[in-house]
């Protein structure tokens, strides 16, 4: 099975730019989907994008449409979220996901869990 490590959360002004890293091991990304999502506090957690293991097809939660860009590199085993614009409301903590059997922006899509990384948006 896969286990996932998400990096690159962190503070940031309005207006900035981060990138995340979700870096796979026990296996190769090439076999999953992958899912970006968030939770900020008293809120659901919220599906943000996602990137599909066959095509590479992307998907995007209307909210961050044009703002942010998955990609992943497979040398790498390293899924991205590059994510441009940021304002308060996309504070929370972001998780990727994975799984074999499909992709999409339902949690319950997914088999596999990183921990989460911090991302908080303030002047």
């Known amino acids: 099975q896969v286990q996932l490590v998400e990096s690159g959360g962190g503070l940031v002004q309005p207006g900035g730019s981060l990138r995340l890293s979700c870096a796979a091991s026990?296996?190769?990304?090439?076999?999953?989907?992958v899912g970006w999502f968030r939770q900020a506090p008293g809120k659901e957690r919220e599906g943000v994008s996602c990137i599909a293991k066959s095509d590479g097809a992307t998907y995007y939660a209307e909210s961050v449409k044009g703002r942010f860009t998955i990609s992943k590199d497979n040398h790498k085993n390293t899924v991205y979220l590059q994510m441009n614009s940021l304002n308060p409301d996309d504070t929370a903590v972001y998780y990727c996901?994975?799984?074999?059997?499909?992709?999409?922006?339902?949690?319950?899509?997914?088999?596999?869990w990183g921990q989460g990384t911090q991302v908080t948006v303030s002047s």
């Open positions: 996901a994975a799984d074999v059997r499909r992709v999409g922006l339902q949690e319950r899509y997914y088999d596999y």
């Open positions: 026990g296996d190769t990304l090439k076999d999953y989907g």
